[in-house]
């Protein structure tokens, strides 16, 4: 049975960070394009950023390149998404996704990440 768990939201202060995990099991980890998205109030779902596992490509949206970091460990099937210089506007809820060669698709419960003073 595929899972994916995140952990690391919180309540942070502008400028402040926070790091984001997703623990993933129930498929090949490593085969896996790993993504985060963001979903705010009355607002669509975002995507944020992606790694490819075949060559190691990231991106970003605009709104957060520079600031946002996506990385991965193969060896603990897990996904991070190092988050700094935090801005209010960054407040959503935090989703972990998996895209599998066999063009399945899974999603994590989410993970509430609150940006204010």
């Known amino acids: 049975q595929v899972q994916l768990v995140e952990s690391g939201g919180g309540r942070v202060q502008p400028g402040g960070s926070l790091r984001l995990s997703c623990a993933a099991s129930?498929?090949?980890?490593?085969?896996?394009?790993m993504k985060w998205y963001r979903q705010a109030p009355g607002k669509e779902r975002e995507l944020v950023a992606t790694?490819?596992?075949?060559?190691?490509?990231?991106n970003y949206a605009d709104s957060v390149k520079g600031r946002f970091t996506i990385s991965r460990d193969n060896a603990k099937n897990t996904v991070y998404l190092q988050m700094n210089s935090l801005k209010p506007e960054d407040t959503a809820v935090y989703y972990c996704?998996?895209?599998?060669?066999?063009?399945?698709?899974?999603w994590g419960q989410g993970t509430q990440v609150t940006v204010s003073s």
């Open positions: 996704n998996a895209r599998l060669p066999e063009r399945n698709v899974y």
């Open positions: 790694i490819i596992n075949t060559n190691g490509v990231t």
């Open positions: 129930g498929f090949t980890f490593s085969n896996a394009a």
